[in-house]
């Protein structure tokens, strides 16, 4: 089942974010000491290998893990700090998102973060009555031993992580995603410029309240909202655009008011950063940005803009042999309103436009460096015998024609 975009959206923000996993590790970290307090308490039915004699002797233990792991998880969070700082000045400021998207660094300070907090949960009970809870410092024995071994993953993978073959990689196997997904996706709405003419002027222009770049769009929403409102609605926008405050992302035909708008609104996300969810764009531009890079004067790496190129052609190979679904008039809404016009408008995916993004910058920057080239020629040959749309095709060759039938001089 598809998700719907905003749904996307907010799984992909907890991705990202530092703050979801070692929440929930903090609260399983407690519940887990609830349980085993309680189970110590009420007797266990079963003796506890490595038992702790005495109460002082579980104070001490607990104590020195809780201490242990909420400086480890310091020294965790340091070196995550190390590596951001290490990618946005190497790769990029794009590629933190992929490095921000790491579950293995969240999980690893999920881990101490929640050790420490079930050992602190657990010293409730080192000045009680009760006796010393085995099972409670047994858990935290083994959470110190799980602790240690995932210190030593942690770096393991921190030290993969940064290399650039792996960062070109994960970018890659991104794009080639997000592209699958828009070849998937059926069109359901019409191509603005057939009927655009035909309505002559919207009855409103809904407007963004704030400045941002659009990250969702869910056109199966705006169809169902024209649908159920008997109205005829153009998106004025895509994702990855840029739109100023108080300028008109839908246009709207039929009597609508201003919940109906504001509901409208909502189905286009707007925030301060690109994101990935149906942006392949974004994709492409972290992969020549990182090519782009490499073959500057400054660092002049071919291998590695020739690894970038590699990525964005067997993407786009995959995406240009089953192209993107042409629009048509019908909707998840209902279809084509009383008078004829369809329940959406929109523009359909630029899939040539794409291609002549990706291929004319690295020719331009590598118009110096024969192994790009002649990786351009090879790719470019093989992706129009690939195309099924004549368009595609067309830029396709065009970019071909354009490649320098030697380097300027020699790299």
Not at 30 to 43: F, I, K, N, P, Y
Not at 250 to 273: F, L, M, Q, Y
Not at 291 to 307: E, K, Q, V, W
Not at 397 to 408: F, H, I, K, S, T
Request: net charge neutral; proline share 6%.
């Amino acid at each position: 089942m598809t998700l719907p975009s905003r749904l996307r959206l907010l799984l992909d923000r907890a991705r990202t974010s530092y703050f979801a996993i070692p929440s929930a590790a903090c609260a399983f970290g407690l519940g887990l000491a609830v349980l085993t307090l309680s189970l110590d308490r009420g007797g266990l039915p079963f003796e506890v290998p490595i038992a702790v004699e005495e109460m002082d002797d579980a104070r001490s233990l607990l104590t020195t893990i809780a201490a242990t792991s909420i400086g480890v998880a310091a020294t965790v969070f340091s070196i995550t700090i190390v590596v951001l700082s290490l990618a946005s000045s190497q790769f990029g400021p794009r590629l933190l998102r992929n490095f921000l998207k790491n579950r293995s660094s969240q999980l690893v300070l999920g881990l101490f973060v929640g050790t420490h907090i079930f050992c602190l949960a657990a010293l409730r009970t080192a000045g009680s009555s009760w006796d010393v809870p085995q099972l409670t410092c047994l858990v935290a024995l083994g959470l110190a031993v799980v602790d240690s071994g995932a210190l030593v993953y942690f770096i393991h993978h921190t030290a993969s992580w940064v290399q650039v073959d792996r960062v070109i990689d994960v970018v890659g196997s991104a794009l080639s995603r997000e592209l699958q997904d828009l070849a998937r996706t059926p069109r359901h709405y019409a191509r603005t410029s057939e009927w655009r003419e035909r309505l002559g002027d919207p009855t409103l222009l809904v407007r963004t309240r704030r400045p941002g770049y659009v990250q969702t769009q869910d056109d199966a929403l705006l169809a169902s909202l024209a649908e159920s409102n008997d109205l005829t609605i153009e998106r004025r926008v895509d994702v990855g655009e840029f739109v100023f405050e108080g300028r008109p992302i839908a246009a709207v035909w039929g009597e609508c008011d201003e919940d109906t708008a504001s509901r409208i609104r909502g189905a286009i996300g707007i925030g301060s950063a690109r994101s990935d969810i149906q942006d392949p764009f974004h994709l492409v531009d972290q992969l020549l940005e990182l090519s782009l890079r490499a073959l500057s004067p400054g660092i002049n790496d071919p291998s590695t803009a020739r690894s970038c190129l590699d990525q964005i052609a067997n993407a786009l190979s995959l995406a240009v042999a089953q192209p993107i679904p042409r629009p048509v008039a019908e909707d998840p809404g209902g279809g084509r309103s009383r008078s004829g016009c369809p329940r959406l408008l929109a523009k359909p995916p630029d899939l040539a436009g794409l291609c002549e993004r990706a291929f004319g910058e690295i020719r331009r920057a590598g118009r110096n460096q024969w192994q790009i080239i002649r990786r351009l020629d090879e790719v470019l040959r093989l992706l129009i015998d690939a195309a099924r749309e004549d368009d595609v095709r067309e830029v396709l060759v065009a970019e071909r024609g354009r490649l320098p039938p030697e380097p300027l001089e020699a790299s």
